[in-house]
């Protein structure tokens, strides 16, 4: 039986994480091919409902990426992502949805090889953590 | 429906070696809505850029994929080319499949299938990408430069000399800044002031520039090419008009102690004064803080004695508001005082000094007269011991980096002291020696063997007096971490270079980013080191991070061009990635409820208040509507708007919502049609 | 008012007069101290550099036992101790795998909730406004605070007082009515751990700091550490030999101090218990000496 | 209660209010509101341990808007509605009065929305002990056990909005829920639709609830919605130091940060 290859989708702000795998990619340095990229203007930018969708899509796995504190474009849209995932990662933990499945990093436009582990990290994690059954079993089929 | 058109690059082999690039072609081509899909070896080159014109001219195209290199590449070129074939350039977007793909995993089916993936999301994208329109912006040409200093000073002058309008604001009494208190200046030992004064003088008299000494910004809105400053010039008790400098009145004040802030406290001055004889504006200013006449309510001295009765006491403070176009923050540094190095006694021991203090001593206009005579008794040392480092990389004290300078004026501090005291002895204790720079290097070793400074390598535990005596307890960790003690007669620290006072609260109303030390970010650590974050907004000098003065210079030229290419145009192009709130039909209007908890989210103040009324005037519904001058496009107040009622052009719900539903259904395209 | 309170072996065995002037003038300010039920060895000053979990798990389970005791805070006068409780407590609150990692080895699932707080914190916030206004004897003289290693370091973690010249003890000695001098010892080494296998360094160390505080014409070194004091107290012999010089000068605790401005009964205090007596030179009440005296007036004494 | 209705009377007769929201006898032991128009009809008004529901939601409401200015009988969570919605921008000082009566039968009248703002510094607001235990019962539960226990409770629901329809604060006049482009929230109400609406509710309530409890009362189903919120309240106390409905000004903790909030789940 082949090994479980988790699918991952990263949601990351174009300035910072984007950037920074981009610099990943111009100094060649390898890594899973189980991620990909979703590119936003900015963390701020990113709605929680789009983490949902992921997990309602078939994602095993979510990553999260934008600008390190101090360091966003936009001065401050970071800060405001992170308040926002804060409460969010709370609300889904309390509510058993798997928040390990969901790796929330900075990555700087100059730490590619940064961006290469997370991402190394994630998919290695949630391959233990099998396929997002919960997810992939709940009931999508109709009315009570 | 739409008309898609697919371009897959090889890139040469960037993309081919690893990626079927056939193959993500064809898949493409099987997307519903896909009308044309074809690969090509250099999508980026003349053919590759006519072949996207071709099918757009020929396909009809309604919307355009390139599968290449990532859009932070190439994505100005191929927009550039959609315009030229008549198809808003908006219409075309990017799939990442080198960076983020071909160059970062193996050759193999999983790189092809994710190079699918993305092109498959950007295809549903594009599917909902709007046309938009550019943004025109005027733009006003006139620049303010923040801070009087030499990066001031050279950006101003350069600005005005490229026939451009200049409004400088410095917040003391004189322009000048810290190089204006250097005894000499490294390298050279040329003299600080002669170099300087004449640029001071430039300043002062160019048509070009509007000078506003011993005032502050009070409040700054608007955005690049349209800002509108608000200046507190504060109020000097001069008449500035009537008064011509003579002097009279700071020789006949009777208050004389109060320490002098240009002599870094070892000198003092009247209550009334000019900071230093070649001051720009030379003309005095009252401390109110220190006037008898206004802690007592008697004196007026300077008044009687004014033979053009040029004082004013009830002067008041200023607004003056103006439009410009663009900033160039020069606001500086400041060395750490204080009580920082208790360690070190710094202002319990007066012979305990900083290296600006030491600045003024080696001058010749300072209170010694250029001979270095210690604060306490105006002994001559015997033996000075200059500690580098005194507070920089220095984590536990919250100071990570190097200040950069002090390697270079500790060396230069030593030498002077040697010049000048024949038989005294100089010690330095140092971490690392850093001279990078021309001519640094040759500095230090003439420090070290012709003027035998000893470099002692090692810090410094503690200073401490005893009988009449510093003791200063270290370690030479060239002979294996050996403790050193020298009885010395005076210390110099060579202070940590930190952000000037109130650096983070200008920061704030500049909306410019600030790192943890609240130097200001530049845009870009290496492609942008003059920009900040906030469009038209520029850095000089030590404001964004510790600098010598061919550093600051350098870069208060690099800003003024800047300034120069923004001031070359008459109306500014703008992205139109912004912010917009809708607007439907009666009786909603928009689904904006007017909650306007996304204002306090927006980082540039870009959320209005918008009153809907009836055609007589009757209130309906007030809404939040977003400034397109303003907004920079972050998208965090659509992040926080429950009902939707905002979204962002360019990253819009409905084309984010498409890519995650796209990226991970991987099912035939086909099959659900 | 109820504290919770952890002695450790110092206060129990070598400075038992630290544990009885804590005690005294915690009584005389109406505060109740309770010791945490079934306390063990905080680890100090070896387990740590031995082996980090179990470093971690002594003073883990202090903080369980007191935690499950409901203490809010615990009194912790040792300075080594304080420094191990206040350290654990902070990784634990920043690892959680790690709390989870230690919380079964000490099978309880620690919260970490008890607040640490060294005798200083104490007396600055607990007994000093007890007994203000009511100060019996001015605790009238001019003396050395000298406040070791631990009390400030590592200051990323302790956050207490100024890393370089901490003022805390200095301010307390005020408040009784004593001269602190301003000296440039306060957290210089005195030799700590190396008291019994490195005497004559002990010597050198710990007499350099009595030296500096002679110089100053301090009478006495007042300390809150019972290591620090076993250093200054206990190898004077070690310390005279290194520097060639007597001294008189005694070493006392910060609650002592505190206790003879009470008006505490001396005995009380343990000021009988010292190695070097506990002496002050008679003078009219109320009166401290001006300034630092010459070497040569200050040695005959 | 003579208070309040005496009070009820003198405003409507004053002409200073056209309408007092309040509570009425409803069928059997129940209490309603009723809105009363005219001063003879004052006495209609009661108070007492059944008068439960956030009579706040009601100020938001087009119909009872048009009727003019409106007094409100206001509980504890009703005075924490008028000042998040005055926060909100959706009431203004001197739209409305506000009367809060006592269980004693005393009545405070308050003026402005800063004399709320001093009443609910110093009112404690109790937590139901049932309510209590069912939230530690749920927190001590393992990951996979809230997860049944959840996915057990949202497999009821039927998606008949009765939660937004009570709530105060879910006043928009056009919910995400309708919004079809993007069809955020599925339309069935299937196991995922249902998780969906119930994580984006807590959500847009997040920072805003004032945990009055209205929508766990009107639940058909008795989903225990107050969970939710109260996760997200403790969560934003303990985290950022705010609490919806203390203030009649904006302080959204979701739009809102301080650059040192911390997290220990960012790498």
Redesign the interface.
Known sequence: MPEFEPRIVAFVCNWCTYAGADLTGTSRIKYSPNVEVIRFPCTGRIDFMLLLKAFAEGADGIIISGCHPNDCHYTSGNFHARRRWILFRGLLDFMGIDVERVQFSWVSAAEGAKWADVVNTTVEAVRKLGPYENFRKIDRAGAV | MSRIGVFICHCGENIGATVDCEKVAAAAAKIPGVVHSVDYKYMCSDPGQNMIKEAIREKNLTGVVVGACSPRMHEPTFRRACEEAGLNPFLCEMANIREHCSWVHEKGDPTTEKAIDLVRVIVEKVRRNKPLVPIKVPVTKTALVLGGGIAGIQAALDIANAGHKVIMVERSPSIGGHMSQLSETFPTLDCSQCILTPRMVEVARHANITLHTYSEIESIEGFIGNFKVKIRKKARSIDMKACTGCGLCSQKCPTRKIPSEFDAGLGTRPAIYVPFPQAVPNKPVIDRLNCTYYLKGKCRLCEKVCPTQAIRFDQEDEIVEADIGAVVLATGFEIKHG?F???Y?FG?FKDVIDGMQFERLASASGPTLGEIRRPSDGKKPETVVFIACAGSRDP?KGIEYCSKICCMYTAKHAMLYRHKVHGGNAYIFYMDIRAGGKMYEEFVRRAIEEDGVKYVRGRVS???E?EGKL?VQGADTLLGAQPVEIEADMVVLATAAVANDGAEELAQKMHVSYDAHKFFAEAHPKLKPVETNTAGIFLAGACQAPKDIPESVAQASGAASKVGALFSQDELTREPVIAVVNRSAPPLYSTCVGCFLCQAACPYQAIEREEIRTRDGKLIKTVAKVNPGLCQGCGTCVAVCRTKAIDLQGFSNEQVFAEVMALLDRSEPDAGI | MKLGFYPGCSLEGSSREYNESVMAVAAGAGIELEPVPDWNCCGATAAHNMNRELGLSLPARILAKAEAAGMKEIVVPCAACYSRLKVTRHELLED?ELRRRISAIIEYDLRCEPEIINVLQFLDSRVMPAIEGRIKSPFDRRVACYYGCLLVRP??ILKFD????PRSMDEIIRRIGGDPI????KT?CCGAGLSVSKTELVGRLSGRILE?AR?RGAEAVIVACPMCHSNLDLRRGAIEKAMNRKYDMPAIFITQAVGLAMGIDPAKLGLNRHMVPVKFRERPAGKVPAGPESPAAAGEV | MDELRKKARALLEAGEVRVVIGYGGGTGDRARAIFVREPERADELIFDGRCRQNLAIYLTRREVKELGKPAIVATLPALKTVLQLAGEFQIAEGGLVVLAPGADGSLIEFKTFADIEKYLAGAASPIDPAEQAEMDRVRAMSPDERWKYWLGQISRCIKCYACRQACPMCYCPRCTVECNQPQWIPVPSHELGNLEWNVMRAMHLAGRCVDCGDCSRACPVGIPLYLLNRVLIGDIESNFHQRAGMKAEVDYALSTFHPDDRE?FIR
């Open positions: 009580d190095f208790p360690e006694g319990k536990a503690r200073v401490y005893r003791i | 959680e200051h990323k100024r890393l370089e010249d301003d000296w440039a010892f210089e500096d110089i | 220990n």
